[in-house]
């Protein structure tokens, strides 16, 4: 069945390129990034996967773990990961899972046989802490992701599991945000002492907490 937005997070035990894990405990306390790509050896990929881990440490600092995956073994992706260092100048600083009998993909139905038949397409779930799916997207082969929206979109989804708030079309780090509709004004004055900018009763204005 179809994962959707609220669910847990399918549990797996997978081979990666740094051993086996168990995905719940792995993920453990924080928040993950589960992405699926093509196929190793390919150039989008390599592209992708160099950026992801140039852009490691913000993950980090937002307590976020990565883990890509694809359907090639993990002696595939150890020997791709010396390409990748050598022409985006980073080597991945993350597990890729070895998938190829496809159990992890088919868990997150990972692969659309209309657009790719035996290859997992470019999806991209966060997780939270408690395990439910937050965010997914999926991107088709051609199509190189633009992780730094992954990362503004993590800011946004921890903005809002802390501070009942909401992002705004375009919303970039330190612009004024929302606050949550579910919020009623009477809640809303506790939270926000300093009070908002009501430009409509549903649509309330604040300086984003920090
Ligand atoms: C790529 O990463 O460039 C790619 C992978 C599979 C199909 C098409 C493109």
């Known amino acids: 069945m179809a994962i959707r937005l609220g669910d847990t997070a399918p549990d797996f035990t997978a081979e990666t390129s740094e051993g086996t894990i168990n995905f719940h405990e792995w993920i453990g306390d924080g928040w993950c990034v589960l992405f699926s790509h093509p196929?190793?050896?390919?150039?989008?990929?390599?592209?992708?996967?160099?950026?992801?881990?140039?852009?490691?440490?913000?993950?980090?600092?937002?307590?976020?773990?990565?883990?890509?995956?694809?359907?090639?073994?993990?002696?595939?992706?150890?020997?791709?990961?010396?390409?990748?260092?050598?022409?985006?100048?980073?080597?991945?600083?993350?597990?890729?899972?070895?998938?190829?009998?496809?159990?992890?993909?088919?868990?997150?139905?990972?692969?659309?046989?209309?657009?790719l038949d035996t290859l997992t397409v470019r999806s991209v779930f966060v997780i939270g802490p408690d395990k439910k799916v937050k965010l997914m997207l999926t991107y088709p082969a051609s199509t190189g992701r633009n992780f730094d929206e992954i990362l503004r979109a993590v800011d946004s989804l921890q903005l809002t599991a802390k501070h009942q708030v909401a992002t705004p079309v375009n919303w970039q780090e330190?612009?004024?945000?929302?606050?949550?509709?579910?919020?009623?004004?009477?809640?809303?004055?506790?939270?926000?002492?300093?009070?908002?900018d009501a430009k409509k009763p549903y649509l309330r204005i604040v300086k984003q907490p920090s």
């Open 174 to 196: 330190g612009d004024d945000v929302i606050i949550v509709p579910a919020l009623s004004d009477e809640d809303a004055k506790a939270k926000f002492p300093d009070g908002w």
């Open 39 to 115: 196929k190793d050896f390919t150039p989008v990929c390599t592209t992708e996967l160099g950026y992801i881990a140039k852009i490691k440490p913000e993950f980090e600092k937002r307590g976020v773990k990565i883990l890509g995956l694809s359907v090639d073994s993990a002696d595939s992706h150890r020997e791709w990961s010396k390409d990748i260092e050598e022409t985006q100048g980073h080597a991945p600083n993350y597990p890729l899972i070895a998938d190829p009998d496809r159990k992890v993909a088919d868990l997150y139905d990972m692969i659309h046989p209309n657009a």
